[in-house]
């Protein structure tokens, strides 16, 4: 069971983010909260000062031709966090992505930079503003194809106006950090996909950003070459830069990253820690269980016996998979219920949601809407 404190934090954050207090009641009373209880949350921490936003997105509405991609979308990205931001293919990710990073211009709406000690600027209306300040790694490739790794390299630092002994020492500096040392002559698109993407991501960062954007870093790359990609990435982050990263690999989302939006019919419809997330929006467990005799049945009727709250239950791979609210009861009752059935244990261990089930939770309520 979710405790009151992350309940608290999590609408906190909604609060921040800008979400509208109906909103935020309708969409926790829908997910089974008593009312009465999310009410009094909601008043306690109206009142919270919004937090120290590097960037945040205000009513961000964008449309192609008659395709409307983005609705009043909100998102705020706090100085210092992974932010991932998951949806589906079509969602509006990379839109979304270059619009907070002055690429695109909005049909309406604007992103705030806030640097501390200085006033808040209109990325909208003044996009040079951030250039120096932001790294962006599209899911295309930027680099030049026909350049060694090098003079890619070499190209990005002119571009973001290094010169002389500083351009040198920072193409060496990236050059190393991104692995690609061994790499430096070779022609970029001779190279292999993990050597192109942290090429892509080292062209990004020749300047040092303090926010780093990435989209889709790993896609269409094989699960040892996804590793070291998610390893530079969070050594990035260790050095102080802000990094926002869409990605429908929701399982390499979830372990990487601080907070998560879940973008979903065109607007930002949840933003919170994996765990805020998964406690919040899915609060059943599934508890599995292997015995010698696999008397499942039994197993079932005698754990109902003992008034435990079961959801569902299913078997799968001669494994009894029971989805309940109360885990903690259950693996505390079933060893001496199954030693009442003269059986044994072979496996027992309890899980808590994914952000894959949260994902389908979240989506299938806003579809109810």
Same mark, same amino acid.
């Given at each position: 069971? &979710?405790?009151?404190?992350?309940?608290?934090?999590?609408?906190?954050?909604?609060?921040?983010?800008?979400?509208?207090?109906?909103?935020?009641?309708?969409?926790? &009373?829908? #997910?089974?909260?008593?009312?009465?209880? &999310?009410?009094?949350?909601?008043?306690?921490?109206?009142?919270?000062?919004?937090?120290?936003?590097?960037?945040? +997105?205000?009513?961000?509405?964008?449309?192609?031709?008659?395709?409307?991609?983005?609705?009043?979308?909100?998102?705020?990205?706090?100085?210092?966090?992974?932010?991932?931001? $998951?949806?589906?293919?079509?969602?509006?990710?990379?839109? @979304?992505?270059?619009?907070?990073?002055?690429?695109?211009?909005?049909?309406?709406?604007?992103?705030? @930079?806030?640097?501390?000690?200085?006033?808040?600027?209109?990325?909208?209306?003044?996009?040079?503003?951030? !250039?120096?300040?932001?790294?962006?790694?599209?899911?295309?490739?930027?680099?030049?194809?026909?350049?060694?790794?090098?003079?890619?390299?070499?190209?990005?630092?002119?571009?973001?106006?290094?010169?002389?002994?500083?351009?040198?020492?920072?193409?060496?500096?990236?050059?190393?950090?991104?692995?690609?040392?061994?790499?430096? %002559?070779?022609?970029?698109?001779?190279?292999?996909?993990?050597?192109?993407? !942290?090429?892509?991501?080292?062209?990004?960062?020749?300047?040092?950003?303090?926010?780093?954007?990435?989209?889709?870093?790993?896609?269409?790359?094989?699960? $040892?070459?996804? %590793?070291?990609?998610?390893?530079?990435?969070?050594?990035?982050?260790?050095?102080?830069?802000?990094?926002?990263?869409?990605?429908?690999?929701?399982?390499?989302?979830?372990? &990487?990253? #601080?907070?998560?939006?879940?973008?979903?019919?065109?607007?930002?419809?949840?933003?919170?820690?994996?765990?805020?997330?998964?406690?919040?929006?899915?609060?059943?467990?599934?508890? +599995?269980?292997?015995?010698?005799?696999?008397?499942?049945?039994?197993?079932? !009727?005698?754990? !109902?016996?003992?008034?435990?709250?079961?959801?569902?239950?299913?078997?799968?791979?001669?494994?009894?998979?029971?989805?309940?609210?109360?885990?903690?009861?259950?693996?505390?009752?079933?060893?001496?219920?199954?030693?009442?059935?003269?059986?044994?244990?072979?496996?027992?261990?309890? #899980?808590?949601?994914?952000?894959? %089930?949260?994902?389908?939770?979240?989506?299938?309520?806003?579809?109810?809407?």
């Amino acid at each position: 069971m &979710v405790s009151p404190e992350t309940l608290e934090k999590h609408i906190e954050r909604k609060i921040e983010q800008g979400t509208p207090q109906k909103e935020i009641l309708k969409v926790l &009373v829908n #997910s089974g909260w008593p009312e009465e209880i &999310v009410q009094q949350y909601i008043q306690k921490t109206a009142s919270t000062i919004e937090q120290f936003a590097f960037l945040k +997105m205000e009513g961000i509405t964008k449309s192609f031709n008659t395709h409307l991609v983005l609705d009043r979308a909100e998102l705020l990205v706090p100085a210092g966090e992974i932010l991932g931001i $998951i949806g589906e293919s079509g969602a509006g990710k990379s839109t @979304l992505l270059h619009i907070l990073v002055g690429f695109i211009e909005p049909d309406a709406g604007d992103v705030i @930079l806030t640097l501390q000690d200085q006033n808040p600027i209109s990325v909208t209306k003044h996009p040079e503003a951030i !250039k120096k300040l932001a790294g962006f790694s599209t899911q295309t490739q930027s680099f030049y194809g026909k350049l060694t790794v090098s003079e890619n390299i070499k190209h990005f630092s002119a571009l973001y106006g290094l010169r002389g002994v500083e351009a040198i020492e920072k193409i060496n500096s990236a050059i190393a950090f991104a692995g690609l040392s061994e790499a430096k %002559d070779i022609i970029a698109q001779t190279l292999p996909r993990a050597l192109q993407k !942290k090429l892509d991501i080292a062209c990004s960062i020749i300047h040092n950003p303090r926010i780093l954007i990435l989209d889709e870093p790993t896609a269409d790359l094989d699960p $040892i070459a996804v %590793d070291s990609i998610w390893e530079l990435i969070e050594q990035i982050h260790s050095q102080g830069t802000t990094i926002v990263i869409a990605s429908h690999v929701l399982e390499d989302i979830e372990r &990487v990253c #601080s907070k998560i939006a879940i973008l979903r019919d065109k607007k930002i419809i949840e933003i919170g820690t994996p765990d805020e997330l998964t406690s919040i929006y899915s609060q059943n467990y599934q508890v +599995m269980i292997e015995t010698i005799h696999q008397n499942y049945s039994k197993i079932i !009727k005698a754990i !109902k016996a003992d008034k435990i709250k079961i959801i569902s239950e299913t078997i799968k791979q001669n494994k009894l998979i029971i989805t309940t609210p109360n885990p903690e009861q259950l693996v505390a009752k079933l060893p001496s219920i199954i030693q009442k059935l003269s059986d044994k244990i072979k496996i027992l261990h309890a #899980s808590k949601p994914t952000l894959k %089930d949260v994902f389908q939770i979240v989506s299938q309520k806003t579809n109810k809407k």
